[in-house]
């Protein structure tokens, strides 16, 4: 079983250039490769040999998560584009923001605030179905730091690959706008929608 990068419609973003999606987007695949590669060289090594490969075979099972969490998370990400930007807040979503937040404005600008984190990572809003709750996270390395289990409602990639075509790293809050005003967020409330009911 082999994982095939994914093709987004992604509309022409404001504050995102062609090139830094580009990029972007190649960046995406690689991590694609990279865990189909893995696996065949892990049923390869098990093939030859799997006691005398053991430790090669664990170590690559380590990198794994790197690649497929950095796959999916890409996915996640720009599947919140396709669409082009939506601002509606719809209930039940609307509701479990305001429940946590105390308005949209205040999640935004905490969404902003868990952005502003020192460092490489990602800004996550999951949603946690035992607790009936939003959470938001800032994760290191997409692969470490997740909350377990949880389903991402929200996905935005803080690591530097994400904008440097268009913005200097002092310039990160302005990524973060430009990121918020293309988000669709039907696609949002859709990935919420899908866990509460």
């Not at 909350?147 to 809050?173: C, S, T």
Request: hydrophobic share 40%.
């Amino acid at each position: 079983m082999n994982y095939t990068a994914r093709t987004f419609n992604l509309p022409e973003l404001k504050g995102l250039s062609k090139k830094q999606l580009d990029v972007h987007l190649a960046l995406y695949a690689g991590y694609v490769k990279h865990a189909n590669l893995i696996m065949e060289k892990i049923e390869e090594l098990r093939n030859k040999d799997a006691e005398e490969n053991a430790f090669l075979m664990a170590e690559l099972r380590r990198r794994f998560g790197f690649e497929f969490d950095g796959m999916r998370m890409h996915e996640y990400y720009f599947e919140q584009f396709e669409g082009g930007p939506q601002q509606s807040k719809e209930e039940p979503l609307l509701d479990a923001v305001t429940e946590k937040y105390g308005s949209w404005d205040k999640f935004i600008a905490h969404l902003k605030e868990v952005c502003g984190t020192r460092g490489i990572g990602w800004t996550v809003v999951y949603y946690d179905p035992a607790g009936r709750t939003i959470h938001t996270a800032w994760v290191n390395d997409h692969e470490i730091g997740q909350l377990a289990g949880l389903p991402i409602l929200l996905a935005i990639d803080m690591w530097e690959h994400a904008y440097m075509v268009d913005y200097a790293p002092a310039e990160k809050k302005s990524y973060v706008d430009a990121f918020l005003e293309n988000v669709n967020w039907d696609v949002v409330e859709k990935r919420f929608l899908s866990e509460v009911v």
